[in-house]
């Protein structure tokens, strides 16, 4: 089929909205029919040409929700009609690391999606005869995509798509950060750094594991306003004593949890110190520059503080994206003020912008 799709085309230049053809569902693949996807700075830093593993052409796009319209030989877990949101981050629940329940990071076809390709190692994605690699197993700037099956969630139907597309990136892995990967103990001290979608959706996983104070670091008091809504307790622009002023506010020991959801290494480094002497733990989510390395000193580490990277937030996809989702309907979580700007897909490039201007948390692209 024909189908209209935003092509990174070149690196640094603006995404080419334009028809390109996708074939069929192949065994364990699912056709889907995107109904909104958020813009995520991923897509960016891909687009860019900074990311060291990028390449290109490629359709973009991760944070999709959409409709399966027709399913490849031999799908069992979703069916024409469910409603899906697409994972980057597939759960194959065989897998060594799936089988194990440790870590949320499946083995199953990782060094395909790496290189733009579904688990035969080939592509559905094309144009006049010649391949065009799919992104993040994803692809779902376009109206339609095809994915294997192990990595959709089938959601409930009740919830609307637009909402659900931001579980499929930032806002799970906020959440997650704080409720699988930290698993955050009630009565607790948290301190989250950074107010973007991550760190908002781990102020509203602290909240949902009943923490009892939230404190929300960032720079910009627009953004610090939204933690409010979230949850947080204490909203706190930053400066060059953050670390000193959250021990002075926890008797000097520091806070049992911490954060860091801006992806600089100098905030790691302060998520770190300022996390609790004896137990705290220190949960880093955003994702660093090329080659930039985190300076800790191990007395740090020596005095009972534990640092732990969390990918997608611990998610484990199929699971626990339809849980979460649950847990939004019931009205426990508010995404409402995450999509700052509703977008159709030609106008995927604004989005980038208002990204790049720091406008609004997300930008959600809906599709007809
Ligand atoms: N681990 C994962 O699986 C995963 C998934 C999605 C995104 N990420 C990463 O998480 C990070 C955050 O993503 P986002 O979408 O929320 O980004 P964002 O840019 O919307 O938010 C980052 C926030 O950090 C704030 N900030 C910048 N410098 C700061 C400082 N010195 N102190 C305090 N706050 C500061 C900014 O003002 C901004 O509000 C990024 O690095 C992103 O790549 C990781
Ligand atoms: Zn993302
Ligand atoms: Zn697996």
């Known amino acids: 089929m024909q189908m209209q799709a935003a092509v990174l085309e070149q ?36 687009a860019s040409g900074v990311d060291p593993s990028g390449y290109a052409p490629t359709v973009l796009g991760h944070e999709g929700a959409g409709v399966v319209e027709a399913v490849g030989p031999g799908v069992e877990s979703v069916d024409v009609g469910d409603h899906v949101v697409t994972l980057f981050s597939p759960q194959c629940r065989r897998c060594e690391h799936c089988l194990s329940g440790l870590s949320n990071i499946c083995l199953a076809i990782r060094e395909q999606q790496n290189k733009g390709c579904l688990p035969d190692g080939t592509t559905r994605l094309s144009r006049n005869g010649e391949p065009i690699r799919h992104f993040m197993g994803t692809s779902t700037f376009a109206e339609y995509t095809v994915m294997p099956e192990i990595a959709l969630a089938k959601i409930s139907r009740e919830a609307p798509l637009d909402a659900a597309c931001l579980f499929a990136c930032g806002l799970s892995t906020g959440l997650g950060a704080a409720m699988y990967t930290a698993c955050v103990r009630a009565g607790s001290t948290c ?125 484990k996809g199929r699971d626990q994206v339809p849980e979460l989702i649950e847990r939004c309907l019931a009205g426990e979580i508010d995404v409402e003020p995450f999509i700052s700007h509703r977008i159709t897909l030609p106008e995927v490039n604004r989005a980038f912008e208002l990204m790049e201007a720091q406008d609004g948390i997300r930008s959600v692209i809906t599709f007809g």
């Open 11 to 46: 690196f640094g230049q603006p995404l080419v909205v334009t028809d390109v053809d996708l074939a069929e569902p192949k065994a364990g693949e699912a056709l889907v029919r995107l109904v909104a996807c958020g813009v995520c700075h991923t897509d960016l830093y891909t």
């Open 191 to 315: 301190v989250v750094f950074g107010a973007g979608m991550v760190g908002l959706g781990a102020v509203a996983g602290c909240r949902l594991q009943n923490a009892e104070r939230i404190i929300c670091i960032d720079l910009s008091a627009e953004r610090l306003k939204l933690a409010r809504a979230q949850g947080a307790t204490d909203l706190w622009q930053t400066g060059p004593d953050i670390v000193q002023r959250i021990q002075s506010e926890t008797r000097g020991f520091g806070a049992d949890y911490t954060f860091e959801a801006t992806g600089r290494v100098e905030v790691m480094r302060q998520a770190v110190e300022s996390a609790r002497m004896g137990w705290g733990l220190c949960t880093i989510a955003g994702v660093a520059g090329k080659g930039e390395t985190l300076d800790v000193i191990p007395r740090w580490l020596i005095q009972g503080r534990r640092i732990a990277g969390s990918s997608f937030g611990g998610v």
